[in-house]
């Protein structure tokens, strides 16, 4: 069982940054590959993001390739989406998501899913 809380999302301008971050609870964090994705309104939830178990592999939506980096930090249980040159188009609710398969994460699947924290890019 892995429960999973996300924080640091806030309103910014165009071209700013913000820094999500996600713990997870349990001792099995190192096990699990992690992921974030986004929902805008009225559209379907998306792939932003994915990290694997070890932190050595990362996965990229080519919307964000080359201004968001996703990372973790297993001492803390945490994982974080840095996000820089921000664009109105992203904004949304972002959640992270964690299984112990990539694909699985990737596809956004899986059961572990923490409760989303907005991000709204103003213009």
């Known amino acids: 069982q892995v429960q999973l809380v996300e924080s640091g999302g806030g309103l910014v301008q165009a071209g700013g940054s913000l820094r999500l971050s996600c713990a997870a609870s349990g001792r099995t964090f190192s096990r699990y590959h992690m992921g974030w994705f986004r929902q805008a309104p009225g559209k379907e939830r998306e792939f932003v993001a994915g990290i694997s178990a070890s932190g050595g592999g990362t996965y990229y939506a080519d919307s964000v390739k080359g201004r968001f980096t996703i990372s973790r930090d297993t001492a803390k249980n945490t994982v974080y989406l840095q996000m820089n040159s921000l664009k109105p188009e992203d904004t949304a609710v972002y959640y992270c998501?964690?299984?112990?398969?990539?694909?699985?994460?990737?596809?956004?699947?899986?059961?572990?899913w923490g409760q989303g924290t907005q991000v709204t890019v103003s213009s």
């Open positions: 998501n964690a299984d112990q398969s990539f694909s699985t994460v990737v596809a956004g699947t899986g059961n572990y």
